[in-house]
């Protein structure tokens, strides 16, 4: 338990996100995310309850001209953190 509660409390709402290799990989995110695979996203929720929920961050997906009006739940796999430079 004490690791999914590690991995539970990895992003808080406000961080920046981009997707992992992993959440690229995967048949079920929408192709408008994978055809930019750099697109950036930030959490505009966390589910309250982190061994309740597989999917438990809710992410708000934008690119360079535009939000894209689509909040898609992640779980902590399919996620990675924007590095600043």
């Not at 992992?20 to 929720?45: D, H, M």
């Not at 597989?54 to 894209?68: A, C, D, Q, S």
Request: glycine share 4%; aromatic share 12%.
């Amino acid at each position: 338990m004490a690791g999914a509660d590690k991995n539970y409390n990895k992003f808080k709402v406000g961080d920046l996100v981009v997707l992992s290799a992993y959440g690229l990989s995967l048949k079920c995110q929408p192709n408008w995310l994978k055809a930019r695979p750099q697109t950036i996203g930030f959490i505009v929720e966390k589910s309250s309850t982190p061994s309740r929920s597989t999917y438990p961050y809710k992410v708000m997906w934008f690119t360079n001209n535009e939000l894209i009006n689509a909040s898609l739940n992640h779980s902590r796999r399919e996620l990675k953190s924007v590095r600043y430079k």
